[in-house]
């Protein structure tokens, strides 16, 4: 589906973007090298303990299933409740983001917003996927075409570096403001994306590649990646469970907030299980050629057709569960497919509606700025 939506008609370029979330405190970490050799998480800290006493050295490599991984080396240090509260906004964010990217490609091109609307056209899909450290973050398919003929415009889109760099410059201008005036102090003013920012362009031959890449993504969902596969009726059972710990406060932190009046509208209980995210995993602005429908179908297809390899059901039971999931809420723990495309499906239309008008209703509101009449088009 993401090649499709890539290949239609296209006169322009696809760039490929990740947006990750600030840090909120050092957690522990598997990266690695670009030769493949993986770094131990904090060998040679500069500092070797934080004001409150805890160790900031790890040597370990930890491995994906490790429970530290995500983890911050210090809990104190952590700042848990803007941990949640960026997650919240996340969504917020990218509406944002969209739209100073925009921006930005019109003034590299010096075009007046108008003029760029007329010919220059810019389309995305999104998917979000939860990090470790239990904060998500978004990779981001970007169509860049020229929709009305203009030889000069033209030349200009296809500086890929060009374009990059105003993508890029449009991302880090990106602020959102949640405006919690009468939330206590300490809580961020405004919300950013962090520094591990990546824009590129993409070309064809790699495109199969980077649409399978996705679809992997697609397939998971944010409860399959590090939150909790449910929604969450009784904060105890959590804070009892095996969970990480790192993972149980952000929970109880979400749940915590949801009393905040101030904090009322990100229902934060609701979302708790996905640390405050309650975002869509995958969102694509209005006019990027590639259905919903289909795509669900797709991810569906692609559950019954990767289950039967791994399960111990036989296909009858399959169904007869996949049902009952319909019927009574989500009930496989783990099983992110069946919650992505069945359990939020009915939700969806719904969540559509109700996204188009928060969004449209900020625009009124002038969050976004000046005259931005040509935008609502997206999500
Ligand atoms: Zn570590
Ligand atoms: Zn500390």
Redesign the pocket.
């Known amino acids: 589906m993401f090649r499709e939506g890539t290949k239609d008609g296209q006169r322009g370029n696809i760039y490929f973007l990740t947006l990750t979330a600030p840090s909120f405190g050092s957690p ?2 598997n990266r690695v090298e670009r030769d493949g050799k993986a770094v131990p ?2 060998a040679n800290p500069k500092v070797e303990k934080c004001i409150h006493g805890s160790s900031l050295v ?1 040597g ?1 490599i ?1 491995d994906q299933k490790d429970d ?1 991984l995500g983890s911050p080396l210090c809990t104190q240090c952590f700042d848990y409740e803007n941990a949640v509260l960026w997650n919240a906004c996340s969504a917020k964010l990218w509406h944002v983001t969209i739209i100073q990217i925009r921006r930005a490609i019109a003034k590299k091109l010096n075009l007046t917003e108008a003029k760029f609307r007329k010919f220059v056209k810019v389309e995305y899909v999104k998917v979000a996927e939860m990090q470790a450290r239990c904060l998500v973050h978004f990779h981001v398919l970007l169509r860049v075409d020229l929709i009305a003929d203009n030889p000069e415009i033209e030349k200009a889109l296809s500086d890929t570096t060009l374009i990059s760099n105003a993508i890029l410059s449009g991302v880090k201008d990106s602020r959102f403001n949640p405006k919690l005036s009468d939330f206590k102090s300490g809580y961020k003013v405004e919300f950013a994306w962090g520094d591990q920012i990546k824009v590129r362009p993409v070309d064809s031959d790699e495109l199969p590649k980077l649409a399978r890449y996705l679809s992997k993504y697609v397939t998971k969902s944010i409860a399959d990646s590090y939150g909790m596969p449910r929604r969450i009726s009784n904060i105890a059972t959590v804070l009892s469970s095996s969970a990480p710990a790192h993972v149980k406060k952000m929970i109880q932190t979400a749940w915590k907030l949801g009393d905040e009046p101030a904090l009322k509208v990100f229902k934060l209980p609701k979302w708790a299980h996905e640390f405050g995210f309650g975002g869509q995993v995958v969102t694509k602005s209005h006019q990027f050629p590639m259905s919903f429908g289909e795509l669900r179908q797709n991810r569906k297809d692609w559950a019954i057709r990767n289950r039967s390899a791994s399960t111990l059901l036989p296909d009858k039971e399959f169904f007869k569960e996949v049902k009952s999931i319909v019927h009574r809420g989500w009930k496989f723990i783990g099983d992110a497919i069946i919650v992505a495309s069945l359990g939020r499906k009915r939700a969806q239309m719904r969540r559509d509606a109700r996204e188009a008008r928060d969004y449209e209703a900020m625009e009124r509101n002038g969050e976004f700025g000046s005259d931005e009449s040509g935008d609502v088009q997206d999500e």
Do not use: S, T
Request: proline letters at 0%.
């Open positions: 522990h970490h998480c904090h790890c370990k930890h530290d």
